[in-house]
């Protein structure tokens, strides 16, 4: 072929790549995110280019240098307690251990301020509070009609495309103190509050949307997220980086990848190479002799198994290792820790991540719970067992 029209080939195809990208409308991502690098609506990348205006120039904020778990276990060691933490993200989940230090460090003098849908349990029943999510049959809760305000400000503000809403519903008169109200059918209750620990201060709020790029960039929300921030006195801030690790990248080509134009100039290129290697192998390379790939055994070997299984009269083993192999799979597709199985926040977190409604799934996991504590079996159990977990994973799409 003429390398002339290989030439004008390859060009009119990355040109037509060009116009049919360029002309594409790409659709929202509507993803809570709660990233500060991502403009997505719910991102926090406005939030966090707006800090400093926020707090002033006297104020010195830094972002953590660590995954969140490091940032806390070395918290101890922050002997300025002149320093203040803010964390936003959608669910807070530090778990026992990690909490700890933090409680120390607050304890000390220094301040956190966390905004997230669910705060922690465990530090719930520390500081002596209580939360729940706004009743459906009560309130009929959603973004038309759930408004928030803060203490002392007339202004109320709404969030749109926000359809989960948690209230506190037990505060300690000794040491809290009511910053923010959500109201709802003429009913108001506190998401803001401002809990008092040791020598230093705890301010939970539960409404994280309030901070993402869609609510900064009116005027409402940017007065109502700056005023709400600005209950923080220390002068020193760490912002809570929750997604240090996943996102610095660690490849030579990060800065050609982090520019649009760059990123599409590199795979045109590739692209390019590619049909040069293509059109070249076709004169040059000789014949290659197939190989057929070795025959998959895995579904012959996984019977086998079974039939050993079965004949030995030993269903229990049967069972447990289907339990395994779930759970196994829970923890690989949703990153849930699947050591407390009846607990009320892992089985909310997986009826949500799975689509599956909270009832079916605390089923299945009360059987799964009492099969792991029997010591006896039956084919029956066996057949139960694989039934129940088949039909979770078929409503979940888990492979």
């Given at each position: 072929?003429?390398?002339?029209?290989?030439?004008a080939f390859i060009i009119i195809v990355l040109g037509g790549i060009a116009l049919i990208d360029a002309g594409t409308r790409r659709p929202i991502n509507?993803?809570?995110?709660?990233?500060?690098?991502?403009?997505?609506?719910?991102?926090?990348?406005?939030?966090?280019?707006?800090?400093?205006?926020?707090?002033?120039?006297?104020?010195?904020?830094?972002?953590?240098?660590?995954?969140?778990?490091?940032?806390?276990?070395?918290?101890?060691?922050?002997?300025?307690?002149?320093?203040?933490?803010?964390?936003?993200?959608?669910?807070?989940?530090?778990?026992?251990?990690?909490?700890?230090?933090?409680?120390?460090?607050?304890?000390?003098?220094?301040?956190?301020?966390?905004?997230?849908?669910?705060?922690?349990?465990?530090?719930?029943?520390?500081?002596?509070?209580?939360?729940?999510?706004?009743?459906?049959?009560?309130?009929?809760?959603?973004?038309?009609?759930?408004?928030?305000?803060?203490?002392?400000?007339?202004?109320?503000?709404?969030?749109?495309?926000?359809?989960?809403?948690?209230?506190?519903?037990?505060?300690?008169?000794?040491?809290?103190?009511?910053?923010?109200?959500?109201?709802?059918?003429?009913?108001?209750?506190?998401?803001?509050?401002?809990?008092?620990?040791?020598?230093?201060?705890?301010?939970?709020?539960?409404?994280?949307?309030?901070?993402?790029?869609?609510?900064?960039?009116?005027?409402?929300?940017?007065?109502?997220?700056?005023?709400?921030?600005?209950?923080?006195?220390?002068?020193?801030?760490?912002?809570?980086?929750?997604?240090?690790?996943?996102?610095?990248?660690?490849?030579?080509?990060?800065?050609?990848?982090?520019?649009?134009?760059?990123?599409?100039?590199?795979?045109?290129?590739?692209?390019?190479?590619?049909?040069?290697?293509?059109?070249?192998?076709?004169?040059?390379?000789?014949?290659?002799?197939?190989?057929?790939?070795?025959?998959?055994?895995?579904?012959?070997?996984?019977?086998?198994?079974?039939?050993?299984?079965?004949?030995?009269?030993?269903?229990?083993?049967?069972?447990?290792?289907?339990?395994d192999y779930f759970l196994y799979a829970i923890r690989n597709s949703y990153q849930l820790e699947t050591l407390e199985l009846m607990n009320p926040e892992?089985?909310?977190?997986?009826?949500?991540?799975?689509?599956?409604e909270i009832a079916e799934t605390q089923s299945l996991l009360t059987h799964i719970d009492q099969y792991r504590r029997r010591e006896t079996f039956t084919?029956?159990?066996?057949?139960?067992?694989?039934?129940?977990?088949?039909?979770?994973?078929?409503?979940?799409?888990?492979?």
């Open positions: 072929m003429n390398k002339g029209i290989i030439i509507w993803t809570p995110t709660f990233d500060q690098r991502d403009k997505v609506p719910f991102g926090l990348y406005v939030l966090h280019q707006e800090l400093s205006s926020i707090f002033g120039a006297e104020r010195k904020i830094n972002d953590t240098e660590d995954a969140t778990y490091e940032e806390i276990e070395r918290l101890d060691s922050l002997k300025a307690y002149n320093t203040a933490l803010i964390d936003i993200l959608d669910y807070g989940t530090y778990g026992d251990t990690k909490m700890e230090p933090l409680l120390k460090f607050v304890h000390g003098g220094g301040e956190a301020f966390i905004s997230t849908l669910y705060v922690d349990e465990w530090l719930l029943d520390t500081l002596g509070v209580a939360q729940e999510e706004l009743r459906y049959s009560i309130f009929f809760p959603s973004d038309k009609n759930v408004m928030y305000s803060l203490a002392g400000d007339t202004a109320r503000i709404r969030l749109e495309k926000v359809t989960d809403f948690t209230v506190f519903t037990k505060l300690n008169s000794k040491n809290c103190t009511i910053l923010g109200n959500l109201h709802a059918r003429g009913r108001v209750m506190p998401n803001f509050i401002k809990v008092s620990f040791g020598k230093g201060y705890f301010f939970l709020h539960t409404s994280p949307s309030v901070f993402t790029n869609y609510n900064m960039l009116t005027e409402s929300g940017y007065h109502y997220s700056s005023k709400a921030l600005q209950v923080v006195t220390h002068k020193n801030i760490r912002w809570i980086d929750n997604y240090y690790d996943s996102s610095v990248s660690r490849s030579p080509l990060r800065v050609v990848l982090s520019q649009s134009g760059f990123r599409q100039a590199w795979y045109l290129l590739l692209v390019g190479l590619l049909l040069l290697l293509i059109f070249k192998s076709k004169r040059e390379q000789r014949a290659v002799k197939i190989f057929r790939p070795e025959p998959n055994l895995s579904r012959d070997f996984a019977k086998t198994i079974g039939t050993l299984y079965y004949e030995n009269g030993k269903p229990g083993n049967i069972v447990l290792k289907k339990i892992f089985i909310r977190q997986l009826s949500r991540k799975s689509g599956v084919v029956e159990d066996v057949k139960l067992i694989n039934y129940i977990i088949e039909n979770f994973k078929s409503k979940a799409n888990i492979i």
